[in-house]
């Protein structure tokens, strides 16, 4: 869900234990992996599946070409071919192929002024499939600076773009809206927020926030969050229970630092727990965590390499950490993913990349867009809500402080799709809000569809200091 921050910078990460790849083993082999699920990588140039054990690889593209790959819950692909992104199936077949804003290409933002954008990089698929994260690097070189001084000055900028999977999408686009200072985004498991990380060299960035592509009315959707006392932290990634993350760090991309997080994300707080150092070609790559949390997959410059990660529980919290160990030589940019590898294909049927393919059907739900954390954020703002309907439908909310009704909204969809419903608190009742000691406050929608059929109805509740 969309995350905010009432308060600034919270606390600093601390690492507490190291241990190097060229190390003993810390545990005996953990038990053979179950094969329900895939790595995605690049190598010499194209696409790739393996089994979590790389007993068996294959081969998805073989023209040639792609730099970077990710995968979705289902298996479908989002991959970097030169300045475009490539949407594919495992089948190897291109669904799409679009420019971004910031490639190089017919609708981009590059131009001959001085000004040049550079990406997309790292593109990352959220884990339904319906949205796409990466990120870009621009320069600004202006002429007329300070003549007295100098000629020339040059300005750099860093951010994370979104897209949707199969078009070019605007950075201003209101459900993707981009964010400027962190880069290497990694999405978070419901799909709704990324984390961002390697700020811009500025007083106040932190290395990590939680950042929203669609922000509630009145917030910009970021969530600032951690620093690392000593290093600046890079590309990361998240298990599925978001109580485990790894994160490369250093100058040089140089340190893989393994964390815990047992309450979960934000606003909760990293704690370190050990560190895997000197590696191949002196970086690390891409860490990406096993669908079941117990094994970590990362390239280093000889290829991707995997480790078992204990639950992180006991102190110290590297009991029953393995070495790494070599899984796919010469492998890159690896994405863990719970679709399978499929069997050895025979001739692919052809595919329209016009016929409507997944995304999957949009469910009908409701849920918070963003959480007020107190009474005074709740009077001012209103709660958002994100709405979504499997077919045409009409929506009314309602927030109510005991039986008394403290505001209501309604919103209808022509169709499926979502929405993001704001319910604002009447001004006659934000005195009783405020005055209320311990507010107990629940938000009411009902869902109803167009043309009859089962209504949906929910009530949240909204604690509140």
């Given at each position: 869900?969309?995350?905010?921050?009432?308060?600034?910078?919270?606390?600093?990460?601390?690492?507490?234990?190291?241990?190097?790849?060229?190390?003993?083993?810390?545990?005996a082999a953990a038990a053979p992996a179950a094969q329900a699920d895939s790595i995605a990588y690049v190598k010499d140039?194209?696409?790739?599946?393996?089994?979590?054990?790389?007993?068996?690889?294959?081969?998805?593209?073989?023209?040639?070409?792609?730099?970077?790959?990710?995968?979705?819950?289902?298996?479908?692909?989002?991959?970097?071919?030169?300045?475009?992104?490539?949407?594919?199936?495992?089948?190897?077949?291109?669904?799409?192929?679009?420019?971004?804003?910031?490639?190089?290409?017919?609708?981009?933002?590059?131009?001959?002024?001085?000004?040049?954008?550079?990406?997309?990089?790292?593109?990352?698929?959220?884990?339904?499939?319906?949205?796409?994260?990466?990120?870009?690097?621009?320069?600004?070189?202006?002429?007329?600076?300070?003549?007295?001084?100098?000629?020339?000055?040059?300005?750099?900028?860093?951010?994370?773009?979104?897209?949707?999977?199969?078009?070019?999408?605007?950075?201003d686009d209101p459900q993707f809206k981009s964010q400027t200072g962190w880069i290497y985004p990694t999405w978070t498991?419901?799909?709704?927020?990324?984390?961002?990380?390697?700020?811009?060299?500025?007083?106040?960035?932190?290395?990590?926030?939680?950042?929203?592509?669609?922000?509630?009315?009145?917030?910009?959707?970021?969530?600032?969050?951690?620093?690392?006392?000593?290093?600046?932290?890079?590309?990361?990634?998240?298990?599925?229970?978001?109580?485990?993350?790894?994160?490369?760090?250093?100058?040089?991309?140089?340190?893989?630092?393994?964390?815990?997080?047992?309450?979960?994300?934000?606003?909760?707080?990293?704690?370190?727990?050990?560190?895997?150092?000197?590696?191949?070609?002196?970086?690390?790559?891409?860490p990406t965590w096993s669908p079941d949390g117990s094994k970590l997959a990362f390239a280093q410059g000889d290829g991707?390499?995997?480790?078992?990660?204990?639950?992180?529980?006991?102190?110290?919290?590297?009991?029953?950490?393995?070495?790494?160990?070599?899984?796919?030589?010469?492998?890159?940019?690896?994405?863990?993913?719970?679709?399978?590898?499929?069997?050895?294909?025979?001739?692919?049927?052809?595919?329209?990349?016009?016929?409507?393919?997944?995304?999957?059907?949009?469910?009908?739900?409701?849920?918070?867009?963003?959480?007020?954390?107190?009474?005074?954020?709740?009077?001012?703002?209103?709660?958002?809500?994100?709405?979504?309907?499997?077919?045409?439908?009409?929506?009314?909310?309602?927030?109510?402080?005991?039986?008394?009704?403290?505001?209501?909204?309604?919103?209808?969809?022509?169709?499926?799709?979502?929405?993001?419903?704001?319910?604002?608190?009447?001004?006659?009742?934000?005195?009783?809000?405020?005055?209320?000691?311990?507010?107990?406050?629940?938000?009411?929608?009902?869902?109803?569809?167009?043309?009859?059929?089962?209504?949906?109805?929910?009530?949240?509740?909204?604690?509140?200091?």
């Amino acid at each position: 869900m969309p995350l905010r921050s009432d308060r600034p910078l919270l606390r600093r990460a601390r690492t507490a234990l190291a241990v190097t790849a060229g190390a003993a083993a810390l545990a005996a082999a953990a038990a053979p992996a179950a094969q329900a699920d895939s790595i995605a990588y690049v190598k010499d140039g194209n696409i790739w599946l393996s089994t979590s054990d790389g007993a068996r690889q294959l081969q998805v593209t073989t023209a040639g070409g792609y730099s970077t790959v990710s995968q979705d819950k289902y298996g479908d692909m989002i991959a970097t071919h030169g300045t475009r992104l490539h949407w594919l199936g495992r089948d190897g077949v291109v669904r799409a192929d679009f420019y971004t804003p910031v490639s190089t290409g017919p609708g981009a933002q590059s131009g001959s002024d001085g000004r040049q954008w550079y990406g997309p990089f790292d593109p990352k698929l959220s884990p339904d499939g319906r949205k796409v994260a990466y990120h870009w690097y621009y320069r600004q070189i202006d002429g007329g600076c300070l003549p007295e001084f100098q000629t020339v000055c040059v300005y750099m900028r860093q951010g994370t773009g979104y897209s949707k999977p199969d078009q070019i999408t605007s950075l201003d686009d209101p459900q993707f809206k981009s964010q400027t200072g962190w880069i290497y985004p990694t999405w978070t498991n419901d799909g709704d927020a990324t984390v961002l990380s390697d700020p811009s060299p500025a007083i106040g960035n932190e290395d990590l926030v939680i950042h929203t592509p669609y922000p509630f009315e009145g917030t910009d959707g970021l969530a600032r969050w951690a620093n690392e006392a000593d290093v600046q932290l890079h590309d990361g990634e998240f298990d599925h229970t978001h109580r485990k993350m790894a994160y490369v760090a250093g100058d040089n991309h140089e340190r893989l630092r393994i964390y815990r997080t047992p309450e979960g994300l934000y606003p909760y707080f990293p704690r370190g727990c050990y560190e895997i150092g000197n590696p191949v070609g002196g970086r690390f790559d891409g860490p990406t965590w096993s669908p079941d949390g117990s094994k970590l997959a990362f390239a280093q410059g000889d290829g991707i390499y995997v480790a078992d990660v204990p639950a992180l529980t006991l102190d110290p919290c590297n009991q029953g950490a393995t070495e790494p160990r070599m899984l796919i030589p010469g492998g890159r940019s690896a994405d863990w993913g719970p679709a399978d590898v499929p069997p050895a294909r025979a001739v692919a049927p052809p595919v329209d990349p016009r016929a409507p393919t997944r995304p999957a059907p949009v469910k009908t739900s409701a849920k918070l867009a963003g959480k007020p954390a107190t009474k005074q954020a709740l009077a001012s703002r209103g709660v958002a809500l994100k709405i979504s309907c499997a077919t045409a439908c009409k929506v009314s909310a309602s927030v109510r402080l005991g039986a008394r009704r403290l505001g209501a909204g309604s919103v209808r969809l022509k169709g499926a799709g979502s929405r993001t419903l704001t319910v604002k608190i009447a001004k006659a009742q934000r005195a009783r809000l405020l005055k209320a000691r311990k507010p107990r406050v629940r938000v009411q929608i009902t869902i109803a569809p167009v043309g009859g059929g089962k209504q949906v109805t929910k009530t949240i509740s909204l604690p509140l200091k």
